[in-house]
C-alpha cells in the first residue's frame, strides 16, 4: 500500500500573519491568493503542469487549529488511500486522532507523530 504521495499543505502560525505573509510575499516570491494563502501548482521538471497543489498558510498564533498539539505548525501529506492508511497506522500502535472528515475538498485524518506534532492526512477528491 502507497502511504505518503506528497505534501499537500504546510501551515503554521504567527504573531502577526499578515505581516508575516507580506514578508514571504514580497521577499520570496511566495504568490498568495486573495483569501490570504499560497497555492503552488504542480509542475514537471519541464514546466509542463501536472495534477496537484501545495497550500502554504499562516494564521494567528492563538489558532487551535493544531491541538491537540502544541507545535506552531502542521504539515499536511497527501495519501492514496485515507481508510486503508488509518487502519494501518491504528494497527501499528499510532496515535491516531478519531475523527474523518469527508467534503468536497477530499478525505482528512490525523495522527499524532512521537514528538507530539499534529500530521494531517489528506485523500484528495478524484481527479485533483
Known amino acids: 500500500?502507497?502511504?505518503?504521495?506528497?505534501i499537500g499543505g504546510i501551515f503554521f502560525t504567527a504573531k502577526d500573519p499578515a505581516a508575516l505573509r507580506a514578508w514571504y510575499e514580497r521577499h520570496l516570491g511566495v504568490p498568495l491568493e486573495a483569501w490570504g494563502k499560497a497555492v503552488f501548482r504542480w509542475t514537471g521538471m519541464d514546466?509542463?503542469?501536472v495534477a496537484g497543489t501545495t497550500v502554504w498558510?499562516?494564521?494567528e498564533a492563538e489558532?487551535?487549529?493544531?491541538?491537540?498539539?502544541?507545535?506552531?505548525?502542521?504539515?499536511?501529506?497527501r495519501v492514496a488511500d485515507l481508510h486503508a492508511l488509518v487502519a494501518a497506522l491504528k494497527a501499528e500502535g499510532c496515535n491516531v486522532l478519531e475523527k474523518i472528515e469527508e467534503s468536497e475538498y477530499g478525505k482528512f485524518a490525523w495522527v499524532?507523530?512521537?514528538?507530539?506534532?499534529?500530521?494531517?492526512?489528506?485523500?484528495?477528491p478524484a481527479g485533483r
Open 1 to 6: 500500500m502507497k502511504r505518503v504521495t506528497g
Open 47 to 49: 514546466g509542463t503542469p
Open 57 to 59: 498558510s499562516v494564521s
Open 63 to 77: 489558532a487551535s487549529a493544531f491541538a491537540p498539539s502544541s507545535a506552531p505548525f502542521m504539515v499536511n501529506y
Open 112 to 124: 499524532i507523530d512521537p514528538e507530539g506534532n499534529k500530521v494531517e492526512l489528506w485523500e484528495p
